[in-house]
């Protein structure tokens, strides 16, 4: 049924339920990954910017869980194919609310760590089951969007401070770099696939991996590495030979650019030097894991509680014999780590419930790569199964940007089965 049918003598404008369903995903396309990235900078403007969050969840799920119902109403329901991803996500939603429930330090504020969970459920099934073309698009354009200016934003911050600060932009570092990661594994597969202008394509490689070297973060020259990998297994064969040559002289460009950034750079000195010390961060997160794993000791089936190891931090130090480096006081960090973080907050059910998705990523990851090969798609599996692997030793998978990913990796490889 119509909602507006208004005649013209040059044209006819009509906006059905259909149209209004999809200009509600487009503007949610529009303004999921900017607010779920940026909310942080509207600290000072709002009394609470983590109110503001709250709000944007609640609505993000309201919307998602309506689609959702709809979608069930309607028997669209996902295939076999990706049947082990969506029941990794639900089980990994179904533990974390089971370990709030049976929390040692249950608390309404711990259901709100579920949150980002549910919404990586619903945004994954509406993707794809009820196939929203409009905002796949939307949302990989405004990705695209982001990632050049983050990028260019880190590149200023650094310049303009004299390289006392690291390049995380805007953003402050909150999963950008997987973006940054998807740019140039982008360009690299249109190199070696002689796919695209080379002009373009080099371009992108040249800005994704400057974006990663400028924020100084380990995990992101870790990731990139894997990435290579994981991006040389799901290329066609004959692609690759191309493609070794690319990353060899590549991987000896930026050694060399690396060295000399070095040189002029301490902050990277020091981040270098971190890594054979032991010290700075990386003493910190060690700190954390032992905490976590301590707290896996104490409950290992059902674990701590959703969100509860920020909150019983010093508690859990104390149970590991442990503490921070004298003059860091820091508290309320995560564990910094995906597959320990599950353990020690949902034990043993929410680690295998974990497994099966990253499991159900792989697969659709491999299928999408074989079936429908083009740049960006094998650029975007390679992003999201490095994602998984570096999740040993990092915490991105579920940052609102890798959620995003994995939704429309999901969904690309649905639409290109069911074309």
């Not at 354009?141 to 880190?154: D, N, P, Q, R, Y």
Request: proline fraction near 2%; aromatic fraction near 14%.
């Amino acid at each position: 049924m119509a909602i507006i049918n208004h005649n013209y003598s040059t044209k006819r404008i009509i906006l059905t339920r259909s149209n209004l369903a999809n200009l509600l995903w487009a503007v949610m396309g529009l303004f999921f990954p900017a607010i779920m990235i940026y909310w942080p900078l509207f600290q000072g403007v709002f009394s609470s910017s983590f109110g503001l969050l709250r709000l944007f969840d609640l609505y993000v799920i309201l919307l998602l869980c309506i689609t959702f119902i709809r979608a069930l109403i309607r028997g669209r329901v996902p295939g076999t194919d990706s049947l082990i991803l969506l029941a990794g996500l639900f089980l990994i939603v179904l533990t974390r609310f089971i370990s709030v429930l049976l929390s040692p330090h249950a608390s309404p504020e711990l259901f709100w760590s579920i949150f980002r969970f549910v919404e990586a459920f619903a945004l994954t099934w509406v993707l794809i089951a009820l196939r929203a073309t409009v905002f796949e698009r939307i949302v990989v354009w405004m990705l695209v969007v982001i990632t050049f200016f983050e990028t260019f934003a880190g590149i200023a911050q650094v310049i303009l401070s004299g390289g006392t600060q690291a390049g995380t932009g805007l953003a402050s570092g909150r999963g950008i770099y997987e973006l940054q990661i998807l740019l140039t594994l982008w360009g690299l597969v249109g190199l070696s696939a002689g796919e695209g202008s080379r002009g373009m394509n080099s371009l992108k490689v040249v800005l994704g991996t400057l974006g990663v070297i400028v924020t100084v973060l380990r995990t992101a020259f870790f990731q990139l590495a894997i990435a290579l990998f994981v991006v040389y297994w799901l290329m066609p064969k004959h692609g690759r030979r191309i493609y070794r040559l690319i990353i060899i002289l590549g991987t000896i460009i930026v050694f060399i650019l690396v060295g000399f950034v070095e040189l002029q750079w301490p902050l990277m000195i020091n981040r270098i030097e971190q890594i054979s010390t032991m010290s700075g961060t990386i003493g910190v997160r060690l700190v954390l894991w032992q905490a976590a794993f301590s707290a896996f000791q104490l409950y290992p089936v059902t674990g701590i509680g959703s969100g509860a190891f920020g909150r019983n931090q010093l508690f859990y130090f104390d149970a590991a014999g442990v503490s921070f480096r004298e003059g860091y006081t820091d508290e309320g960090l995560s564990v910094h780590n995906t597959v320990l973080g599950f353990l020690a907050e949902t034990g043993i059910i929410g680690l295998v419930a974990y497994f099966i998705y990253a499991i159900g990523i792989a697969i659709i990851a491999r299928r999408l790569s074989c079936a429908a090969p083009t740049t960006f798609n094998i650029a975007l599996a390679g992003t999201v199964v490095s994602g998984i692997i570096i999740d040993f030793i990092a915490a991105s998978s579920f940052y609102p940007i890798t959620i995003t990913l994995v939704a429309l990796l999901a969904s690309r490889y649905i639409k290109q089965k069911k074309a």
